[in-house]
């Protein structure tokens, strides 16, 4: 009797083993997971605050060449102003990481590429020395704000793929995540030479 009595208990021990040895297993996974997901979303934080950093210098640096440009191409005033209004309304959305944003930024560059194109056709503008140096300004930001696009963009793959594929997305679906969208370069940003008057036509 006592023989069936301790096997009975001897089960039950390793039944009770069996539980907790996987409670231990999914809560080692559920801290993994966790803190994977926060550091994806902290790195994906970071990354955009680089754009972010960047666009900012980008919003800077248009007034001064608005004001240069303005002395030579008089004929395209609707651009250059469609330009400033642009910068305004994006000023007032700096920490927005949103689809509407990031169309609006791409917006925004394809108008300056195509004040830069324009320019082609004054000589006089091509050869000021103020302008080829906002332009290099300008320029170099592009080039930064390429990379730090690609950092954010993988970033918010990852975050996005923990969200949506199992298991992670169960533990994902126990946090607080923001929905963040990914920042790609607009075609006709990538273009040099565009017709502006299409692009802003009313």
Same mark, same amino acid.
């Given at each position: 009797?006592?023989?069936?009595?301790?096997?009975?208990?001897?089960? %039950?021990?390793?039944?009770?083993?069996? =539980?907790?040895? +996987?409670?231990? =297993?999914?809560?080692? %996974?559920?801290?993994?997971? %966790?803190?994977?997901? =926060?550091?994806?979303?902290?790195?994906?934080?970071? $990354?955009?605050? $680089?754009?972010?950093? /960047?666009?900012?210098?980008?919003?800077?640096?248009?007034?001064?060449? /608005?004001?240069?440009?303005?002395?030579?191409?008089?004929?395209?005033?609707? +651009?250059?102003?469609? /330009?400033?209004?642009?910068?305004?309304?994006? +000023? @007032?959305?700096?920490?927005? $990481?949103?689809?509407?944003?990031?169309?609006?930024?791409?917006?925004?560059?394809?108008?300056?590429?195509? =004040?830069?194109?324009?320019?082609?056709?004054?000589?006089?503008?091509?050869? @000021?020395?103020?302008?080829?140096?906002?332009?290099?300004?300008?320029?170099?930001?592009?080039?930064?704000?390429?990379?730090?696009?690609?950092?954010?963009?993988?970033? /918010?793959?990852?975050?996005?793929?923990?969200?949506?594929?199992?298991?992670?997305?169960?533990?994902?679906?126990?946090?607080?995540?923001?929905? +963040?969208?990914?920042?790609?370069?607009?075609?006709?940003?990538?273009?040099?030479?565009?017709?502006?008057?299409?692009?802003?036509?009313?």
């Amino acid at each position: 009797m006592e023989t069936q009595t301790f096997g009975l208990l001897g089960q %039950y021990t390793n039944t009770l083993f069996g =539980i907790g040895g +996987l409670l231990v =297993i999914f809560g080692i %996974y559920f801290i993994s997971t %966790y803190n994977s997901i =926060i550091n994806t979303k902290n790195t994906a934080n970071e $990354a955009f605050s $680089a754009i972010d950093t /960047v666009l900012q210098n980008r919003y800077n640096l248009i007034p001064n060449l /608005v004001e240069l440009v303005k002395q030579y191409m008089a004929h395209e005033a609707g +651009l250059i102003n469609k /330009v400033s209004e642009m910068r305004s309304q994006l +000023l @007032s959305n700096t920490n927005k $990481a949103s689809k509407e944003r990031f169309a609006e930024e791409n917006e925004l560059q394809a108008g300056m590429k195509s =004040i830069f194109a324009i320019a082609e056709n004054y000589p006089d503008l091509k050869a @000021s020395n103020n302008f080829l140096e906002l332009q290099t300004q300008w320029s170099e930001l592009e080039d930064r704000l390429q990379w730090a696009r690609r950092g954010y963009n993988s970033a /918010v793959k990852l975050l996005n793929n923990s969200k949506e594929m199992f298991p992670s997305n169960i533990v994902a679906k126990m946090m607080t995540l923001p929905e +963040l969208t990914m920042f790609e370069a607009d075609e006709s940003a990538r273009v040099e030479k565009m017709d502006a008057k299409a692009m802003f036509a009313a």
